[in-house]
DNA sequence: GCAATTCATCCGGAAAGTGCACTAAAAAGA
DNA sequence: TCTTTTTAGTGCACTTTCCGGATGAATTGC
């Protein structure tokens, strides 16, 4: 008989276990994968998946997978994240809308609802509708609420590290809210929350265009500018949690008044709205966003100039911070994203305002999970959150 | 008998050796301190403690500390690192000078020596007379050749991540060369190099004005200007290791041209040889910059202008990339750093054009290591590349 | 049917860490 | 002075974790 000894070993197995269900997450992997993936042994691998098993976080699955690169040989036994008791639940909000997913471990969604809300003027009433999805959509999931393990939160604000609270005028029906708590409150499970861009960089790190890049500068363009920054393959946040506010950049001594307060903030120049506003006066048609992103795919001259003027604006941005940063991947992100004009004026302001090397080094890309992204990295959250523990 | 098998435990071993190690390189401590600090079991200690004097990389201290703070008990034995065959060498290349200093592996100097060198255009040949300086400043601490570990050196340009080569025009006599690699040769000593900017960050961080800051932006204003930024409590060195380029952020479209090829570089306007160039007329003495900054000092009404404008002009700039890193703190270092009217410029600077949360997070301040940044980063390099080994 | 190949597990052994008992050395108090 | 208390360090038995080789399993190609 002797006392159970918690320390570093145990921390070491805790660690390799983590290793085994991170990598699980991502989707079902054979116990030769893992062993290549993580670097252990077979045999460390076997026991681990084997406790795993045995505490239900892990499950094996009935298919049976490729023998190692289309040769001979025995096929793998694959092994995935228990999905029954074992979903999370991820919550987009934004600017009008409110969405809501539940997914199974490896990420894939099992449930997904969107709904129109004006989410900027109400906080409480917004929480109160996104609960009410979140338990609409575990009941079309089959699932009870006791199945889910964590819900991860997207709001269109930068949060304050500490408190995870509101802080800024920009949403005023939220100011000084803790959205995490208050969801929390009304669903009691653990919630996880981050601002938009954030969880856009975390979802395409993790399953989109920027996989394996370990310092990229994910820029979302939409209703306001945001950028969430990777770096050494971690978010950044800074000291207090705003990092990323790159909308807020001065472009212009005496441009137009920003919400923030301040005047020539980039954000005044080329959010999505006030492109649309600059655009409209060309057209008969009343204009929106995807009118707009029509019009350019389809080679109309104005609005190309249009775009590519905002990359360029943008680029000019961006160029300071790539300077800075020496990123290896811009990648672009809300409705203007998808814009090819955008991403080539971006490309063009990068090749004249940074430094030679800077610029060869970066590449710029539309992200592959356009308006799905936040929701993607919501879920990534509450996964990622979940297999910490 | 068995094979040797490198795998999960040995890390293990080593990540606790580098531990005790690392401890240890901030001076002597006891067993039981260790303990603590590491939170590892007295005995797991004690055997790390055995192996590493057997192996001559520590040893045990004659004096005794006082027993656990004040009270009574059995006085700790001190174990330190083993500074006979265990020094370091730490090279600070600048523009205009090379600084050599032998310190044990604490940090502490026990040999320095400077001298006036062109260093910008006779790469080979600062090298050999470096290599002489370290030669000499060894002989005077009293060592051989042997006692020494490693070399770190500072130089000021960007090195490129994957082959340590300068790539840059700035330094003409230095292209294409890697000074590591050079100094390797002479020297016969493993040498570690990065740049001023990073290496003064390095320093501050560990022995200076920013202990215990995990992200900062250490702002170099000397011939140049470059960054150094610590994220996370680690450096950042970007994609192809030339992060912090804050001197080639665009302030102007129509500047004056720069030798980086660009116009309108920030580093035109508030590098220390163009802010002497711009206060001369004004002066009938011929001035340098210790001059000016003794000007300063003095309250020269002019000369506050003008520093002040420079400290506005390059806050302006910081103020754009604090909204995107959020830092906790902004140092300054090089030949500027010391100009209380460069610090308040910044300040300034940062109130007006940054995010309101954002500059309140921030502080801003004076390097204390002035300038021997440089070669204290370059010792702390040195240490902590033996100390990870 | 047989070799070749890959996948997974079992077993024995080695490496690392921990608790406990024990000794050592000093201060505090009777 | 002698005992008690407190802290420091070490030896030993034991547990946890990991690894390598042997073994068995499942499939492809001949």
Not at 61 to 76: A, C, L, W
Not at 160 to 187: D, N, V, Y
Not at 319 to 344: K, R
Request: charged share 20%; net charge neutral; hydrophobic share 40%.
């Amino acid at each position: 008989m002797s006392a159970p000894s918690p320390g570093a070993l145990e921390r070491l197995r805790g660690a390799h276990r983590r290793a085994v269900t991170g990598l699980l997450a991502g989707g079902p992997l054979s116990r030769a994968d893992l062993t290549r993936a993580t670097g252990l042994s077979r045999t460390t691998v076997s026991s681990l998946v084997t406790e795993l098993i045995a505490s239900g976080q892990v499950i094996e699955t009935t298919d049976r997978g490729r023998p190692h690169k289309g040769g001979s040989g025995r096929p793998p036994l694959l092994v995935a994240l228990a999905t029954p008791g074992g979903s999370v639940v991820g919550v987009d909000v934004g600017h009008h809308h409110v969405r809501v997913a539940v997914a199974d471990r490896t990420g894939d969604v099992l449930a997904e609802e969107t709904a129109a809300v004006d989410v900027d003027s109400h906080g409480a009433h917004t929480l109160d509708r996104a609960a009410s999805m979140v338990r609409a959509a575990l009941t079309r999931a089959g699932l009870g609420r006791d199945d889910a393990l964590a819900v991860g939160m997207c709001v269109p604000a930068p949060l304050h590290r500490a408190s995870a609270q509101i802080r800024t005028g920009i949403l005023p029906g939220w100011q000084g809210l803790c959205p995490g708590e208050e969801l929390h409150r009304r669903l009691g499970l653990p919630v996880f929350v981050d601002n938009d861009a954030n969880l856009g960089a975390l979802a395409e790190v993790g399953r989109g265009a920027a996989q394996g890049v370990a310092d990229l500068v994910y820029v979302k363009v939409a209703s306001g500018l945001g950028a969430g920054i990777v770096l050494g393959g971690r978010l950044h946040r800074g000291a207090t949690g705003i990092a990323g506010e790159l909308g807020h950049v001065q472009v212009g001594e005496d441009g137009p008044v920003c919400r923030c307060g301040n005047r020539g903030c980039l954000e005044t120049l080329v959010s999505a709205s006030r492109l649309v506003q600059v655009l409209q006066p060309a057209h008969d048609e009343p204009l929106d966003m995807a009118r707009v992103l029509g019009l350019d795919a389809d080679g109309d001259p104005g609005v190309r100039r249009v775009l590519g003027d905002a990359g360029r604006t943008i680029g000019r941005a961006l160029a300071d911070l790539c300077n800075s940063l020496n990123p290896e991947m811009v990648l672009l992100g809300g409705s203007l994203g998808a814009s090819p004009s955008v991403a080539l004026g971006i490309r063009e302001a990068l090749d004249r305002y940074a430094q030679p090397e800077t610029a060869a080094a970066v590449r710029v890309a539309a992200g592959s999970l356009g308006d799905r992204a936040e929701i993607v990295g919501a879920v990534s959250l509450a996964i990622v959150r979940v297999a910490a523990t």
